[in-house]
């Protein structure tokens, strides 16, 4: 059996980090079994569904590399969901209905009241011909619910384990819209059964989902794919996330926080797993280590300061070829690997570069705290050329000269090259710097 999962989104609002972990997991489950991935946009709910939505689901899987195999868009198979209710109609798997809104809330809270669950009570299978007639001719138009068969759902979850429900401890659910549009209930099964996805991999509060639409795929004939369902994430606090609220969206991360792709996919990837959090350059590393047995039960918390360290770490891994793009959209054309190699260690995101830029490139205001010493050490500076033996090869003659060695030895004289007192090892910065910035910033002149 060839491996097919989905990432199916509705294009209702912006991607936050819970909806790409789930995207991860999927990718990362397929690539691992030689598989395929398929991206659906589920974007019926025509009221919310936004093309600029549409177009960032694709721009954040994109920039976290995650491309797929097949797409499909649900707006465009109405005409296979309307197939597919037809043939349930004629078999009696789905049922008109005609009560309001407001009916049915109070049918619930009068079930919840009593302490018994929610569960709709099926009133329209009683109703006749006549009956129906007479609410359609008071300008009622029915909505339309799936008959479950009351007998025991089962399924083994690649997370969760053994799963049971009762067929009659659920609600028929409600598959077509009073004005005839499909609800996801359906069209994902159909699309599930028709595009030949062999596992569902979602988040845990689709469970009951689930257990309903097992019974839709028997009804219209499809393979039941196996099930995985994920803990949710939440943030730092324990609270849901949301991405109508924008709430650690994709794009945030991206394009306001600087966050690299692969730190994300790192963190992810790992999340909720009993696998230690570790810096990965690449997408193949995090395939080569999945194993969906791995995922736990217990409900992950996603913090952006962790998130923040691990991207940092991986920038001081990644070579000058990665990020030269991210530094020329910088305004730092002319930065090399040098350059790179000097400020990564310091640089918990890249456009933090721009200010050691500025520091070795560009006029700077010594802080020059004791002159009489500085002035010694600039007698002292070697000719040019410098390479990174020179730093080590300069404050050896200051200390000898001087009688200096420590933090009185080395701070002064970066808060004069530098202006200030911490930042990437001198012996980096200072060929950067060169000698006549150098000399002059001894001097306490700005240069």
């Not at 609410?135 to 384990?161: A, Q």
Request: overall charge negative; some cysteine.
């Amino acid at each position: 059996m060839s491996v097919a999962v989905r990432f199916a989104p509705s294009p209702t609002g912006l991607l936050h980090v819970g909806n790409v972990r789930l995207a991860l997991v999927n990718w990362l489950f397929a690539r691992k079994a030689g598989g395929n991935f398929l991206l659906r946009l589920d974007d019926t709910d025509e009221e919310r569904s936004k093309p600029e939505y549409a177009e960032g689901i694709e721009r954040d899987l994109t920039w976290l590399g995650l491309t797929w195999d097949r797409f499909a868009r649900e707006s465009d198979r109405y005409g296979r969901y309307d197939e597919v209710a037809a043939a349930l109609k004629a078999s009696g798997r789905l049922y008109p209905c005609y009560e309001t809104p407001e009916e049915l809330n109070l049918k619930r809270a009068s079930l919840v009241s009593q302490g018994r669950p929610p569960i709709y009570d099926r009133a329209a299978l009683r109703l006749g011909d006549a009956d129906r007639a007479r609410l359609e001719s008071e300008g009622r138009k029915p909505h339309w619910r799936f008959k479950l068969e009351h007998r025991p759902v089962e399924w083994t979850d690649l997370v969760r384990g053994p799963v049971h429900f009762e067929g009659s401890a659920l609600s028929d659910p409600v598959l077509i819209r009073e004005d005839g549009r499909p609800l996801y209930t359906l069209t994902s099964v159909v699309d599930d059964a028709d595009l030949a996805i062999t596992h569902v991999i979602r988040g845990e509060d689709h469970v009951a989902n689930t257990a309903v639409q097992i019974q839709i795929f028997e009804a219209v004939g499809g393979a039941v794919p196996v099930f995985a369902h994920l803990p949710l994430l939440t943030d730092a606090t324990g609270q849901g996330l949301s991405k109508r609220l924008g709430s650690l969206s994709v794009a945030s991360l991206r394009e306001e926080e600087g966050i690299e792709p692969m730190a994300l996919a790192s963190l992810l990837a790992k999340l909720g797993t009993s696998d230690a959090i570790e810096p990965r350059l690449t997408l193949d590393e995090l395939v080569a280590e999945f194993d969906i047995a791995k995922v736990s039960r217990a409900t992950p918390k996603f913090d952006p300061e962790e998130l923040l360290r691990l991207n940092a770490r991986i920038l001081h891994l990644l070579p000058f070829e990665r990020v030269s793009g991210e530094l020329a959209a910088l305004g730092l054309t002319e930065a090399d690997a040098a350059f790179w190699e000097a400020v990564r260690p310091n640089l918990s995101r890249v456009a933090e570069a721009r200010d050691w830029w500025a520091v070795t490139h560009a006029p700077v205001a010594p802080a020059a705290d004791d002159p009489a010493f500085l002035a010694e050490a600039a007698a002292l500076l070697p000719e040019e050329p410098w390479d990174l033996s020179t730093w080590g090869t300069w404050t050896g003659a200051v200390k000898a000269k001087t009688g200096r060695k420590g933090k009185d030895l080395f701070l002064p004289l970066r808060r004069a090259l530098t202006g200030r007192d911490h930042g990437p090892e001198l012996k980096n910065l200072l060929p950067l710097i060169g000698r006549t910035r150098a000399q002059k910033r001894l001097a306490g002149e700005t240069a």
